[in-house]
């Protein structure tokens, strides 16, 4: 080999490719103030739009009088129902096969429904013009409980469906269900818990929430009128669907249509459904011919747009005596708001919470899951959440501690005897799926001897002793948990938005310079995909990462991709990218081939070049390749170096993972203090280390949010009791706890290079963890099951109805 060139380590470090923990290109403009965010977005002759918004959350609407705030200077125009009605867009199709109202058509479900949208000159004229719009409602009954809506004579919420004995899921059983959906062999499950030896049964509760990204959602819609060309920037976690439907909606041909997301400051779900907000301002810049922004506040994006959960999972786990489970029976109460408006895969209804059955193997299982309207803000995917794998997780591992107690055994040794095999995948599970590879028992051991899990237990012993003798009042809670994660939606074949199979797509152009744009269907909000895509193209292509610009979010020049959610982008987009990188290798081989003057199967690829085999010293680098794909008209090849892939996987991939925090409770006062929290998780082959460390670290300290502090409540009357940041707990630096963070790595069998998705992971497998340890806390005493979130004041009145005050 050429002394000169350097030596094959020094090219791979070059790459940095996968497996380097490449720091994130994109930083060096967030951390200088420098994104470009939709507010950001200034054009000449703007509009703003700002809505009026319900303040009762079940009202007829009698009047609406918008001549005070016509009369303001600076008002453009104050939309209403009546002003879209003749345009058919009074009303919305949602991602959940219902339908919402853009703006309130006779009546409002919620607390901060949008009734009109104020157009105005500047941002503050917009407001003052709402406070002018005048309102007459007439107050209707409210329902906040699920369970009080499905009753006998409940007053019906949705009118509009009056007579509906069947929605896009099935049958309706009372004016305000939604939909029944199930999966499984209720009466093999049934039979099994009759006969159990042991059965388990608690109503696990997981509360309403909401994702609160640090930016809001927002749009600017401006269509111009001389070449009919409609341009939309916004947050938005899947612009070719946004496209797609504004295209439907609209009647404006496709081609017409660009949209742009731009830098998101976080989406977390909160950015993948149409908002009223979108629509009116299209519609408001196609009446004025201008531009029109549309961003909502803090609490508006609080009150009005998805929230995450509020599911009421009542279970049973049946097992032997020893501990091995036999069955697993569960029903939901999903309380899906005023409008079904969740952001699954159409089929999927309740998400994918039918992984449910979680790392265990399980032989037989039920689940069932009734929808039903209520008055409050619709949604229900969002946050990190998988389509409902959050809930399922939460499910699960709370039931596998309720059955530990009622068996009397270690929870961590009830897991260990119930994990699927290693040599049990690919594993089919009760419920329907096909868990593609896993070693959970590796990655448990290794959790519980590094946190030195016996001793914690010792230790935790002695503590309960010493509180008995009366010598300490705080308690130690050892927090489990063990998830199995389902991500990558996903084989187009059975799952689809709307109509559009769930694939994804990447488009590389290699430069005659030898540096690259590839160009991905997906959009990133935080999670840093210019850095880690350009990771995986590295190791493909032998062109270094820092030689590749990623471009994602705008609809002219991506190819069509499905968006960013479900942490499916690795899985599919990341797939599609190291397919497309091998088409950019096959010929760049044919290149090499011609230009060393042998067979192209006499040249192998080696880091960053083709080498004739068993020649070292004769080789091609890729940047040589790249320059004569332009430059030599090559006999039987097209000039130039793209290639472009629409990636539809086989299946989805199902990381894991072990977590397990340790928490020290004050009795008296409900505090709390994280001590330890170990998070191992494996997403298979790991691009970038330390992206995936940022992305653990995140979904951790969300976890912990929705665990000890987080809910979007509400009171009798609707009112949402926590649409600020003074009520809704944000955990800052102060209260996040410190992490450990660990992992193992089973590749995916069937992805390309072998990876998972990691983004959803933490949120998913932590909150199971912080709530497990408040419980295990208190087993000593006999706690079964309390309701997060496990704030002080929930905390101490647990203590009080255990008689632990005295
Ligand atoms: N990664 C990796 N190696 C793997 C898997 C992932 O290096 N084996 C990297 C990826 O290349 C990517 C990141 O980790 O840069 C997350 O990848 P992935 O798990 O594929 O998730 P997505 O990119 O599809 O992101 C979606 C996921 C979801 S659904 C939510 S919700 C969430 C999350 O990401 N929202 C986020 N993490 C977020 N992080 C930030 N900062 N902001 C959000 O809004
Ligand atoms: Cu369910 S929150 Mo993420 O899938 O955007």
Same mark, same amino acid.
């Given at each position: *080999? ?5 030596? %094959? /380590? ?20 967030? &951390? ?27 009202? %007829? ?5 918008? !001549?005070?705030?016509?009369a ?7 939309? &209403?129902?009546? /002003? ?66 499905? $009753? ?7 009118e ?35 006969e ?18 640090l ?7 401006? *269509? ?16 070719h ?16 249509? %660009? ?40 609490? $508006? ?16 786990i ?20 005023a ?56 499910? @699960?591992?709370?039931?596998? $501690? ?6 009397? *055994? ?6 260990r005897?119930?994990?699927i ?14 868990y ?28 309960? $002793? ?14 489990l ?30 430069h ?9 269907g ?29 471009e ?20 599919v ?30 040249v ?20 040589? @390749? ?8 090559i ?45 191992? !998780? ?42 600020t ?18 992992? &193992?790595?089973?590749p ?59």
């Amino acid at each position: *080999m050429n002394d000169l060139s350097p030596d %094959r /380590d020094d090219r791979i470090a070059n790459l940095k490719g996968l497996g380097c923990s490449r720091k994130r290109v994109e930083d060096a403009r967030f &951390t200088q103030g420098k994104g470009n965010y939709v507010d950001d977005i200034k054009m000449p002759g703007m509009l703003h739009g700002d809505f009026v918004r319900s303040p009762y959350a079940h009202a %007829r609407v009698v009047s609406i009088n918008i !001549d005070a705030a016509m009369a303001l200077d600076g008002v453009v125009a104050v939309l &209403t129902a009546k /002003d879209l009605e003749p345009l058919g867009l009074h009303w919305m199709p949602t991602l959940a096969g219902d339908k919402q109202m853009v703006l309130a058509d006779g009546k409002v479900l919620f607390q901060g429904q949008e009734v009109a949208y104020v157009v105005a000159r500047d941002r503050y004229v917009a407001a003052d013009a709402v406070e002018l719009v005048e309102v007459d409602y007439e107050e209707l009954p409210v329902i906040v409980d699920p369970f009080k809506a499905l $009753e006998p004579g409940a007053t019906v919420l949705r009118e509009d469906l009056e007579g509906q004995t069947s929605g896009a899921h099935g049958e309706r059983r009372h004016p305000n269900h939604i939909f029944l959906w199930e999966e499984g062999d209720k009466a093999a499950t049934e039979a099994v818990l009759d006969e159990a030896e042991v059965v388990a049964e608690e109503t696990i509760y997981y509360h309403r929430t909401h994702p609160c990204p640090l930016e809001t959602c927002g749009c600017v819609a401006s *269509m111009d009128k001389v070449n009919g060309k409609l341009t939309l920037y916004g947050t938005f976690q899947a612009p070719h669907v946004v496209r797609t439907v504004a295209s439907l909606l609209s009647g404006i041909e496709e081609h017409n249509i %660009r949209v742009v997301s731009p830098d998101i400051g976080g989406g977390f779900g909160n950015k993948v459904g149409v908002y009223p907000g979108y629509v009116c301002s299209i519609v408001a810049s196609i009446v004025t011919g201008k531009p029109v922004k549309w961003v909502e506040d803090r609490m $508006e994006n609080l009150m009005a747009t998805a929230f995450a959960r509020d599911y009421w999972m009542k279970g049973r786990i049946s097992a032997t005596k020893e501990g091995k489970i036999t069955g697993l029976h569960c029903h939901v109460t999903a309380d899906h708001g005023a409008f079904d408006a969740c952001a699954d895969p159409t089929k999927f209804p309740a998400g994918f919470f039918h992984i449910c059955t979680g790392s265990y193997d399980i032989p037989v299982a039920y689940v069932g899951v009734d929808g039903v309207y209520t008055n409050k803000a619709p949604g229900g995917v969002a946050y990190r959440c998988s389509f409902r794998v959050t809930e399922a997780a939460y499910f @699960i591992e709370r039931m596998i $501690e309720v059955l530990a107690q009622e068996l009397n *055994m270690d929870a961590a040794e009830l897991r260990r005897i119930n994990f699927i095999r290693k040599d049990q995948f690919p594993y089919h599970s009760a419920l329907g799926w096909e868990y593609d590879s896993g070693d959970y028992h590796t990655a448990w051991d290794k959790a519980l001897t590094a946190v030195n899990y016996d001793g914690l237990r010792a230790e935790q012993a002695e503590r309960v $002793e010493a509180f008995k003798r009366g010598e300490t009042r705080k308690l130690m809670g050892i927090g489990l948990s063990f998830f199995t994660e389902i991500v990558g939606a996903g084989p187009v074949k059975n799952c689809d938005i709307l109509g559009m199979g769930m694939f994804d797509s990447c488009e590389i152009r290699i430069h005659p310079t030898g540096s690259a744009t590839a160009r991905l269907g997906t959009i990133s909000q935080g999670q840093g995909h210019a850095t880690t895509f350009a990771q995986i193209l590295a190791s493909e292509i032998g062109i270094s990462a820092d030689s590749i610009t990623i471009e994602e979010g705008d609809t002219d020049t991506a190819p069509y991709g499905l968006g960013t959610y479900g942490s499916r982008s690795t899985p599919v987009a990341g797939a599609a990218t190291a397919l497309a990188g091998r088409k950019i290798r096959a010929k760049a081989q044919m290149i090499a081939a011609y230009l060393l003057e042998v067979h192209d199967n006499d040249v192998e690829f080696d880091v960053d070049r083709f080498v004739v085999k068993g020649a070292p010293e004769r080789f091609k680098t890729m940047k040589e @390749i790249a320059y004569a794909a332009y430059n030599q008209a090559i006999p039987g090849l097209e000039p130039g170096l793209e290639a472009v892939s629409y990636y539809d996987p086989p299946n989805m991939t199902y990381p894991f993972g072990a977590y397990i925090c340790v928490m020290d409770l004050d009795v008296d006062t409900g505090q709390t203090e994280i001590r330890q929290v170990y998070a191992l !998780d494996d997403c298979g082959t790991r691009i970038n280390p330390m992206v995936i460390e940022g992305q653990v670290h995140g979904g951790l300290t969300e976890a912990y949010a929705i665990a000890m502090g987080q809910e979007i409540a509400y009171d009798e009357m609707g009112n949402c009791k926590t649409g600020t940041l003074m009520d809704f707990f944000l955990p800052t630096a102060v209260e996040t706890p410190h992490y450990t963070t660990d992992f &193992t790595e089973t590749p995916s069998p069937h992805h390309p290079i072998g990876a998972k998705g990691v983004g959803e992971s933490p949120n998913v497998g932590g909150v199971p963890m912080f709530s497990n340890a408040v419980h295990d806390a208190f087993r000593a005493f006999g706690l079964r099951q309390s309701h997060m979130p496990h704030d002080h004041w929930r905390i101490w009145r647990i203590a009080e109805g255990l008689g632990l005050h005295g």
